[in-house]
C-alpha cells in the first residue's frame, strides 16, 4: 500500500463521524461536505508521519473549521429571507450519521444550537454527540480541561431552559400524523387540541415560494392559519413519511417533485413546534 492509499483509508475510516462533527456544527450538509473536503486536501499535504493519533488529528482539523465556519454563517444569514432552519438529512438512508449519539441531530436541538456560541457548541457536540473526553475537547478547541467543562454546561443549561422534555419517538409520529390529518381536512378544531399553547411554526423557504416572513404562535393562531392553508398547500400532494434527522417528518411531492418537507416536536403539552422546510435547496435528501 502507497502513503497516499493508506492515508485515504484513514481518512475513509473517519469520514463519517468527520461529517457528523461539521453538519451538527452547521447545520448545512454542503457546508459539512465542503469542510470535510478541505480537511482531506490537508491530511494529503500534512506531514503524517508526525501524526502520532490521525483520529485526533483529523477530528480537530474539521472541529476548528467548523467554528471559523458557523462564524462566517451567521452574517451569512442576516441576509437570509425569513427563518432559518438546519437542512433535513435522511437518516433512513444514512443511518450511520444518527449511528452514535442521535441526541444532538434533531432539527429542534440544531435550532437551538445556533444560539450558543460556536466554541461552546463545538464543545457540545464533541460531548454529547461522540463522547469525547474533556481533556481531549479542550485540546481541540484550544482551552483549559476546565473551561471545556463550564462550555459543555453552560451549553446543557441553554438547551435545558430552552426545550420542554420531547415525548417518545412512537408519540411523536402519532401527533405528526394526526396534524397531518388534520391539516389536510382543513379541521381548525382538531388543530387546536393537538397543539400546545405556546406552540410555534417556522417556514423556511429563504423568499423561493410564498411562506410565512416570521416564526408565528400560538395554538389559536397556527390552527387558524393552517385551516386557511389547506386547500392549496395540500391538493394533489403525494403525501408519505421519512426519516429526517432522526424523527418522522412528511414529506410532499407534486409531479415527481419534493416541495415540502415538515416535521413537528412535541412535549406533554402537545406540539410545541412545527417545522416547514419548503426551501428547495434544503430538499435534496428528499427528492
Not at 451549553?155 to 412512537?170: I, N, Q, S
Amino acid at each position: 500500500m502507497t502513503q497516499l492509499e493508506q492515508a485515504e483509508s484513514v481518512f475513509a475510516a473517519a469520514r463519517p463521524r468527520l461529517f457528523g462533527i461539521a453538519y451538527r456544527m452547521t447545520g448545512s450538509v454542503a457546508d459539512a461536505e465542503d469542510l470535510v473536503q478541505e480537511v482531506w486536501v490537508r491530511w494529503q499535504l500534512a506531514d503524517r508521519t508526525a501524526v502520532v493519533n490521525p483520529e485526533a488529528y483529523l477530528a480537530t482539523a474539521i472541529t476548528r473549521l467548523a467554528i471559523n465556519e458557523s462564524q462566517t454563517a451567521r452574517a451569512r444569514r442576516e441576509t437570509y429571507v425569513g427563518p432559518w432552519l438546519p437542512e433535513p438529512v435522511d437518516t433512513a438512508a444514512d443511518p450511520q450519521l444518527g449511528a452514535e449519539q442521535g441526541a444532538v441531530l434533531e432539527l429542534a436541538v440544531l435550532l437551538l444550537l445556533e444560539k450558543l456560541t460556536p466554541t461552546e457548541r463545538a464543545a457540545y457536540v464533541l460531548r454529547e454527540a461522540f463522547d469525547y473526553p474533556y481533556r481531549e475537547i479542550a485540546e481541540i478547541v484550544q482551552t483549559s480541561e476546565v473551561a471545556a467543562r463550564q462550555l459543555v454546561s453552560r451549553a446543557r443549561k441553554h438547551l435545558a431552559d430552552e426545550r420542554r422534555a420531547p415525548v417518545e419517538r412512537a408519540e411523536q409520529r402519532k401527533l405528526l400524523e394526526a396534524f397531518v390529518a388534520a391539516a389536510q381536512a382543513g379541521d381548525l378544531a382538531g388543530l387546536e387540541k393537538l397543539f400546545a399553547e405556546d406552540v410555534v411554526s417556522y417556514s423556511d423557504s429563504n423568499g423561493t415560494v410564498r411562506a410565512a416572513g416570521r416564526p408565528l404562535f400560538g395554538a389559536a393562531t397556527l390552527a387558524r392559519i393552517f385551516a386557511g392553508w389547506a386547500p392549496k398547500f395540500w391538493e394533489g400532494a403525494d403525501v408519505s413519511y421519512v426519516d429526517a434527522n432522526g424523527l418522522s417528518a412528511v414529506r410532499l411531492r407534486k409531479n415527481g417533485t419534493t416541495y415540502a418537507v415538515i416535521t413537528v416536536t412535541a412535549s406533554a403539552e402537545g406540539i410545541d413546534q412545527v417545522m416547514w422546510l419548503v426551501n428547495q435547496e434544503k430538499l435534496n435528501a428528499f427528492q
